[in-house]
């Protein structure tokens, strides 16, 4: 079965300094992985992608994601953070096939990521 | 929130009573899941659906069923609710068109269960 490992709970961060945010996985096959993050109150929002192709992977609000297979990890960055980046971020990677084209996600338990100005 | 749309959003209830949760999308997605997320916890698939009256269980579907009867509705109903059904809901969306596997969340529902 698959798996999605957040190994920090919370982040800490001060504006203008580089960030990362550390995922790692465990799929059989070819792993398909995604980074959301969610604001207070809010659902979350996909930030980017990683399904084939080149090791980097750039999305919204410019961060950019780091496929690596051999050390199964997918972590997010960003050079220069922002205080308004302060919010829960998960790691997922999509599972089981679940039938009629459709897989499931399985999401890692997040981490808080805080920007201090 | 990507044309998600989730009702209640705010909802109390006693425990024993029947609860149904609402969501509604606009973009003709296919698959629709419905979520909880729990702190330490992060987000658990209750149950999703890949087409109008196709449906399946997630992880954690003891207590929940579920019912899509159009493409662009999918009901979560509590039968009998607990506290440990205390949680924040969230439905999402995607189609595997043009390769996106991505899903689209809505903005949930906070239910309480006292």
């Known amino acids: 079965a698959q798996s999605v490992a957040q190994p920090e709970d919370q982040v800490n961060v001060a504006e203008g300094n580089p960030l990362t945010v550390k995922c790692t996985y465990s799929?059989?096959?070819?792993?398909?992985l995604f980074w959301y993050v969610q604001y207070p109150n809010r659902g979350l929002q996909f930030l980017l992608k990683y399904i084939t192709g080149d090791n980097l992977v750039k999305g919204s609000y410019g961060f950019e994601a780091e496929f690596n297979k051999s050390q199964t990890s997918f972590h997010l960055k960003k050079p220069s953070a922002l205080v308004s980046d302060s919010a829960l971020y998960f790691c997922a990677v999509r599972g089981s096939y679940s039938g009629a084209g459709s897989y499931q996600l399985t999401f890692g338990k997040g981490t808080k990521l805080s920007v201090i100005p | 929130d990507a044309g998600i749309t989730q009702s209640p959003r705010h909802k109390v209830t006693e425990t024993g009573t029947p609860v149904t949760l609402r969501c509604h999308q606009t973009?003709?997605?296919?698959?629709m899941y419905w979520y909880r997320q729990d702190p330490g916890h992060g987000l658990r698939l209750i149950h999703y659906s890949y087409g109008v009256k196709d449906t399946d269980k997630g992880e954690v579907s003891d207590g929940y069923s579920v019912s899509r009867s159009k493409t662009e509705d999918f009901l979560l109903t509590l039968e009998s609710a607990t506290s440990s059904q205390t949680s924040v809901y969230f439905c999402?969306?995607?189609?595997?068109?043009?390769?996106?596997?991505?899903?689209?969340f809505g903005p949930g529902t906070r239910l309480t269960v006292t």
């Open positions: 799929v059989s096959g070819n792993p398909y």
């Open positions: 999402a969306i995607s189609d595997i068109k043009g390769g996106r596997y991505e899903q689209y």
């Open positions: 973009e003709n997605h296919r698959y």
